[in-house]
């Protein structure tokens, strides 16, 4: 079974539809703006601006939920993952976190999950509250990816709090089954810089960027294999095709 696009399709097109029939452009006067550029431009840029929330939740999740079900063995989003770590493992954490801060090691995911492990013990449970996982999945062997979805330009400010995150989401499963095959990333949906790699995390010394994040065509053909993230640019292309008079005649109502 492969790939069901046309259910990716109907999902951009509804989704579009939707905001298109609830939007309301922002009211603030702009005289100068409109003049230059015309009132219909820049409802459309602050359409453009509105859309950035609605297509990591109304669009992104939904859809890598669609194309990761095709090669998983289970995969769910907004997912709970725990409420309990080993207060052993918090420190080492926070241990991780400190070297990481002052430069006194650089990102090894690989050996940070070590460390982890190596620090479970079943002694002193804390309880934990910590956000839900955007995408969990599940490959038939039983390794878990733990996967937090950002927006392609993320908050620099809370990079710090996004690296503790994906260590205590390991932490979590961890401290559940010392044994688990587990991994936690961070996911952008596309490079904004293309076609120079993406740098955005990577100069802040905290992700490790072989292990840690998945940028654009690596995460969608991660999710569905080989050519999807051209099938799924395919489907946005061929969605607003599809919406084209729908869209102008929306704009056209600010000339």
């Known amino acids: 079974m492969g790939i069901n696009y046309e259910v990716i399709?109907?999902?951009?097109?509804?989704?579009?539809?939707?905001?298109?029939?609830?939007?309301?452009?922002?009211?603030n006067n702009m005289p100068f703006h409109f003049r230059l550029l015309g009132k219909d431009k820049m409802v459309l840029y602050s359409f453009i601006q509105s859309l950035n929330t609605t297509f990591g939740t109304s669009i992104f999740e939904p859809v890598a939920l669609i194309i990761a079900e095709n090669n998983f063995k289970i995969v769910k989003k907004q997912f709970q993952i725990g409420g309990f770590i080993c207060e052993n493992a918090q420190k080492t954490?926070?241990?991780?976190m400190?070297?990481?801060?002052?430069?006194?090691t650089t990102p090894d995911k690989i050996n940070e999950i070590k460390l982890i492990r190596d620090s479970i013990v079943k002694r002193k449970l804390n309880k934990?509250?910590?956000?839900?996982?955007?995408?969990?999945i599940e490959t038939f062997n039983g390794e878990k990816y733990l996967i937090d979805?950002?927006?392609?330009?993320?908050?620099?400010?809370?990079?710090?709090d996004f690296k503790r995150t994906l260590l205590e989401w390991v932490a979590i499963v961890l401290t559940n089954n010392s044994d688990e095959k587990i991994n936690s990333l961070i996911a952008i949906p596309y490079n904004p810089y293309e076609p120079e790699p993406y740098q955005r995390w990577t100069i802040k010394g905290m992700l490790d960027d072989k292990h840690e994040l998945l940028v654009g065509?690596?995460?969608?053909?991660?999710?569905?294999?080989q050519r999807t993230y051209e099938?799924?640019?395919?489907?946005?292309?061929?969605?607003?095709?599809?919406?084209?008079?729908e869209i102008d005649n929306y704009f056209n109502k600010f000339k």
């Open 217 to 225: 065509k690596e995460f969608w053909d991660f999710l569905g294999g």
């Open 93 to 96: 954490i926070q241990k991780i």
């Open 231 to 245: 099938n799924l640019l395919n489907c946005f292309e061929e969605s607003g095709i599809f919406l084209r008079e």
């Open 128 to 136: 934990l509250k910590t956000v839900k996982v955007d995408l969990y």
């Open 9 to 27: 399709k109907n999902i951009i097109i509804e989704t579009i539809r939707k905001k298109l029939q609830n939007y309301r452009p922002e009211t």
């Open 98 to 104: 400190n070297d990481l801060s002052t430069g006194n």
């Open 149 to 160: 979805l950002k927006t392609v330009k993320p908050n620099i400010s809370n990079f710090k």
